[in-house]
């Protein structure tokens, strides 16, 4: 009878498992939403009174630049591919918006900006879907030729002067009603839009299954190549506005301004439930994990654990999560 009852238990067991795997698998969103509430809880515990208004409100504008990068990651990895010039693209573009706004007016400015942006997306897009560089090489590569000439227009800049327009620090610190981060009037949309872009339209469709499959893809008449220079250009495209975002948070620009943000937004895609092999994922997800590595870092600097700690962290989780969803998808 006793056996038999351990039996019993040890089938129920599996069953649980295997429905938290599907779980973890199918609507990963959920255990990233306990995960958020988890450490919104132990940050009230360890620093009782600091949940407020304005921490949420803070949080959501640190998190806005951050979601915006983690867009450019989920999209490219859905394609089996990564980017990893964002983060020097969007300094460059908060840079461009701070020094050509007191001579061009911030208008021209962030057009200059996006525009450079986008230009450094095509390039990666042509380097990965023309000349088939891999995406890890290329973008690494535009980085470095990114920051080159970011230094180099530093140089020619030295003695302009330079700042924020009132319209990007409104729009990227301030907030509306005493607690609304103005950021969400451009994210909410842009967040809906990509959100469309990759569950209701041809291009997302795409996306899915140049990552699943790309020879099948390429044998069923889809033109790769066009897809990955377009997905390449939006990614610097979102790259720049995040930069521009978070120039006006930070109301400064640096050549490595946005540098830290790199690892974060993988992590974020990652965290997501985007599979780093392309062909599983979405944005939503990301949006979720973009937040909970906000409290996250939140909770490490209340801890005051230093900056290597965080990295290290960071790292951890990548490696934890995509190789958990990389079992979790072989079982199935």
Same mark, same amino acid.
């Given at each position: ?232 250009? !939006?990614? =610097?495209?979102?790259? *720049?506005? #995040? %930069?521009?975002?978070? @120039?006006? &948070?930070?109301? $400064?620009?640096?050549?490595? /301004? ?17 599979? !780093?092999? =392309?062909?599983?994922? *979405?944005? #939503? %997800?990301?949006?979720? @994990?973009? &937040?909970?590595? $906000?409290?996250?870092?939140? /909770? ?17 989780? !990548? ?14």
């Amino acid at each position: 009878m006793t056996s038999v009852q351990d039996a019993m238990d040890d089938r129920a067991g599996r069953d649980a498992g295997a429905v938290l795997r599907r779980t973890f698998r199918d609507r990963p969103i959920l255990p990233l939403l306990v995960l958020l509430a988890a450490l919104i809880a132990a940050l009230q515990l360890v620093q009782p009174g600091m949940l407020s208004g304005a921490w949420v409100s803070s949080t959501i504008r640190f998190a806005v630049p951050l979601a915006i990068l983690a867009a450019c990651q989920t999209m490219t990895m859905l394609t089996g591919g990564i980017d990893l010039s964002v983060a020097t693209v969007a300094s460059m573009a908060a840079y461009i918006v701070f020094t050509q706004s007191p001579v061009q007016g911030p208008v021209v400015a962030v057009a200059i900006a996006l525009i450079a942006a986008l230009v450094v997306g095509i390039v990666n897009g042509i380097g990965v879907g023309v000349f088939r560089v891999h995406p890890l090489i290329m973008t690494i590569a535009m980085s470095l030729v990114v920051l080159g000439l970011i230094t180099v227009y530093q140089r020619i800049m030295v003695a302009a002067s330079a700042r924020i327009p009132d319209a990007v620090a409104w729009l990227g610190a301030r907030t509306s009603f005493g607690f609304l981060p103005n950021s969400l009037l451009l994210f909410i949309p842009l967040a809906a839009l990509i959100l469309f872009l990759l569950r209701r339209s041809g291009f997302g469709r795409l996306l899915y299954a140049v990552g699943d499959n790309e020879a099948a893809a390429r044998l069923s008449g889809v033109r790769v190549w066009q897809v990955l220079v377009a997905l390449y250009a !939006i990614s =610097g495209l979102l790259a *720049g506005l #995040a %930069g521009v975002v978070y @120039g006006g &948070l930070t109301n $400064t620009a640096t050549a490595a /301004l946005v540098d830290g943000f790199l690892l974060p937004s993988v992590a974020a895609a990652v965290i997501g439930g985007t599979s !780093i092999f =392309g062909g599983r994922g *979405g944005y #939503a %997800g990301s949006i979720v @994990g973009a &937040l909970i590595l $906000t409290v996250l870092s939140t /909770l490490l600097t209340v801890l005051q654990m230093p900056e290597p700690v965080r990295q290290i962290l960071f790292g951890a989780i !990548i490696l934890v999560v995509a190789a958990t969803y990389t079992r979790i998808t072989e079982e199935s």
